[in-house]
């Protein structure tokens, strides 16, 4: 079994960074696509992290995803810009540009980028310290117009993608690292869920006549059944309202989407930074976001939960000891990276 | 029974219009704060419309909203800015802030604004079309530091406010409007059914001990109960992390709220417009969000429901509907604004 393995993150961000390169990603690119994937294993986003090395690997082999050059500046403002992916690393493009975005948002105070054709970004939750490290709010958002899985509210066309959105926020202590989809699961659970023979913990999706079930094997009938909005039967129009608006700034913004031919797996991104100490301050800022967390963490739980936490407090947790311990992946994943190293010549991560 | 009874929106913008005047209101600002309160109406959000021209009048009357001057400008980058609202009326300080972040986003391509020490800004829906009217997306959110009926997720103790969000995006057609909060319900809702003695139409708040329920009246107990995040006890970490970003584009970006002494009533506002022509252009823009509104329109509805809408169909509808046929207020509203005339000498509107 190897499901008890651990990894020391740096070896395995080695070994990830060394794959891309043998498969042809430019070295650059590499070296800022594996943190990025290796982050999402650490904070125990499992679907997110390294199980999409092996996808990724596979669709940049197949020329389904690209490995070089930069992408096409659309138009380019200072505190506003838009890009053409060239369906580049979406991890790539998504960290370039908020890197860039943070760099914008120093001289203007905030900085927008919409990305149209990228590929796939993994882990929203993964960027985010990128900006809050530096003490900036970020918000990411990204949408997949090749595929539709969730129903607008009291529909049930399966009709767009799970729509995250994701924000960091700075605190005075660790940061506030929001990452929430606009429908109440995700196609990576669901996924992972039926594969595993399992149901979800409530009644997140529903079947093709529209009953609402934890049975994730609806989404696999001829038609499909479909995930459900944020709010569920009950008020899934808040899910649908905030679907809605990650569409319109991924895909609305960036001028690609739905609208356009199918160009199989991928994304539009949306990234917006804005800097604290070009509105009231970054104390006056800390001073509130501080607070409130504290609040929050102080705040009485509900019987039978032990303690009421900040969203990122469990990822961070985690991180620390993965980081400190070694990282447990989740299983199959060594197996799928270790087919890779076998096929691509890169000696696979040994385990600590 | 004055209920059936339809008024002129024109006659009511008048009459509103005069009594802020009346009551010490600047007559530029009374100007602008009388449509945006029967807009509300006539759009059907009849909890915050022309029902709080009466505790906004009291409020003006006792000192408590300011109805002269202008607001402290705290920073101001061109792109991104904060005012101190000096407690003037937030309806106006909102719309002067809408109005300046557009014209700045033609310019810059997106502006942002943060506002502290606002009061309370009324219906968000009803500000949106000032900026998709010109081709603009918008975000508003908005905060009151000063109380908290809803409480964290897994959490029992009442902390923030409902936390609303509202988005407009243009499209070929009519704009997408977009006015969810943070929370299932809102206190105007919570507050209008446990006067009526009515219950909610889903278990939406919980009792001082954590049982959900469909009771408004637990939040009139000692100690009270919460207004539960959106997605309830079974997914509402996603209303609670929507909620923390509102807190901090609102309360953090301004620079002032739940860290400070109490104020009373009020606001802290965001404001963030964004120009599609400076990203991949006004018409791409609208191709994609076009093709998704009628995407969704022409879904398949679930069993029961007649047919999809997208968020402002009704209140476009029910706007349309009142322009041409009149205003039929909520009943106890004309007589709550008919007591002020009476008050300060303004004739009372007539119905039609």
């Given at each position: 079994m190897t499901a008890d393995l651990r990894y020391a993150a740096q070896d395995l961000i080695a070994v990830t960074e060394?794959?891309?390169g043998a498969a042809g990603m430019d070295?650059?690119?590499?070296?800022v696509i594996a943190p990025v994937l290796v982050e999402a294993d650490l904070m125990g986003h499992t679907t997110h992290g390294l199980q999409l090395a092996p996808p990724y690997l596979a669709a940049l082999t197949d020329g389904l995803m690209?490995?070089?050059?930069?992408?096409?500046?659309i138009s380019d403002r200072g505190p506003v810009a838009s890009w053409d992916g060239r369906r580049i690393s979406g991890v790539w493009l998504t960290a370039t540009a908020i890197d860039l975005a943070v760099d914008r948002a120093k001289a203007y105070g905030t900085c927008s980028i919409a990305i149209r054709r990228s590929h796939h970004i993994a882990c929203l939750a993964a960027f985010l310290q990128r900006a809050t490290d530096q003490g900036m709010m970020i918000t990411l958002a990204s949408s997949d117009p090749a595929s539709g899985s969730v129903a607008p509210f009291n529909s049930i066309t399966p009709l767009y993608t799970p729509d995250p959105i994701a924000v960091g926020i700075p605190t005075d202590g660790d940061p506030i690292l929001i990452d929430i989809s606009a429908s109440i699961t995700t196609n990576g659970l669901t996924g992972r869920l039926q594969q595993e023979g399992k149901k979800l913990p409530g009644n997140w999706v529903q079947d093709n006549a529209g009953t609402a079930t934890d049975d994730p094997g609806v989404l696999f009938t001829d038609p499909p059944g479909s995930i459900l909005p944020v709010g569920g039967q009950d008020h899934g129009h808040k899910g649908y309202g905030l679907a809605l608006i990650v569409e319109a700034l991924t895909q609305g913004l960036s001028g690609w989407g739905r609208a356009d031919p199918n160009e199989?797996?991928?994304a539009t991104v949306y990234i917006q930074v804005q800097?604290?100490?070009a509105f009231a301050g970054a104390d006056a800022f800390k001073r509130q976001t501080g607070w409130l967390a504290d609040a929050c963490r102080r705040s009485t739980p509900r019987p039978g939960v032990d303690k009421v936490r900040l969203?990122?407090?469990?990822?961070?947790?985690?991180?620390?000891?993965?980081?400190a311990?070694?990282?447990a992946l989740y299983p199959g994943v060594i197996e799928g990276l270790?087919?890779?190293?076998?096929?691509?010549s890169v000696a696979p991560p040994n385990a600590i």
């Open positions: 060394a794959l891309f070295a650059e690119k590499a070296r690209e490995g070089t050059g930069q992408p096409e500046v199989g797996w991928g800097d604290p100490a969203p990122g407090d469990g990822a961070l947790a985690r991180k620390r000891a993965a980081l311990e070694g990282v270790s087919g890779w190293c076998e096929k691509l």
